[in-house]
């Protein structure tokens, strides 16, 4: 009998884990999908819910788990300043306690296990574009140190389980990502220009509008995923995943007021702490090794986007329990 790999995606239920339990499943791989909906909703995985390999579990990983996996994707963290502030100290539990407890369980089981980390920690970037070897400029006790300390420290986690325990590891810094199933209102830059183009308000912006960020389509992103894991024994990153082509914020909102059809007005407003002014990720590692780089045009990415922002708030209009 062949047995089906079985993969743990912990964050399965949110924006870029849904999209990979759906990738996975396509594999032929059974999926777990464990999730404790404080960013993530049901809505998100609700096709899946009735798939033979597909499973859902109601966890918080700040406690241990026991399952037998051969793999498994760290994803499980609240990813947006407003949903990672709003109980930072919950955030960094997320990050660290959650991370031991995935290694362990990793490490007890001999899965492989692949961390979903982030371009912040490079924090506020003296160097651009960011490679992996840049050590970032981080400030330690910031409103956004619990989200870039926690990375940083679940990082750190990652590497001595493979130093101390020889754990098969993969650390992905992802950059901005964006596509279906962004949370609507957290606050996130593409999602937030969409929404507020959509209900006709005014557009916010952050400082002069001048800052630069990539945007990668989340399809490119997940391909970048299942490569990384996939790729041979010992390739353990850190590895940036993002799209390098650089917009400025004012450049997003001209593209989404046009495709949307809108004469929303810009409102700008003061840059929050710590916000960094230029993010661009250096992907040669990930070409080199992976054979990956991004494919999918803002242009395209946008179109996809703003068609399911535009259904569901169609669908909230007719319901508006649904408005979370
Ligand atoms: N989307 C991006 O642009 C981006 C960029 C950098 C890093 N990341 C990382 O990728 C991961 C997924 O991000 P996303 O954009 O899909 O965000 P998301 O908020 O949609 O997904 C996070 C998921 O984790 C779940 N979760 C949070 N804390 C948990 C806990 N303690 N136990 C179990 N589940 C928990 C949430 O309910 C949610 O379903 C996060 O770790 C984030 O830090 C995302």
Known sequence: MMLRKR????GGAGFLGSHLCERLIERGCDVLCVDNFFTGTKDNISHLLSHPQF?????DITFPLYVEVDEIYNLACPASPIHYQHDPVQTTKASVIGAINLLGLAKRVGAKILQASTSEVYGDPEVHPQT?????????IGPRAC?????RCAETLFFDYYRQHRVEI????????YGPRMHPNDGRVVSNFIVQALNGNSITVYGDGQQTRSFCYVDDLIEGFLRFMAAPSGTTGPMNLGNPTEFTILELTEAVLAKVGSDSKLEFRELPADDPTRRRPNI????????WEPETPLDQGLDRTIAYFRELL??????P????
């Open 7 to 10: 993969v743990l995606v912990a």
């Open 55 to 59: 499973e859902l579990m109601r966890h």
């Open 132 to 140: 992996e070897d840049y050590r970032g400029n981080v400030n330690p």
């Open 147 to 151: 989200y870039d300390e926690g990375k």
């Open 170 to 177: 993969r650390v992905a810094r992802i950059f901005n990502t």
């Open 284 to 291: 040669e590692q990930a070409h080199r090794v992976l054979g």
């Open 314 to 319: 169609e669908e909230q209009g007719r319901n």
């Open 321 to 324: 329990r649904l408005v979370s």
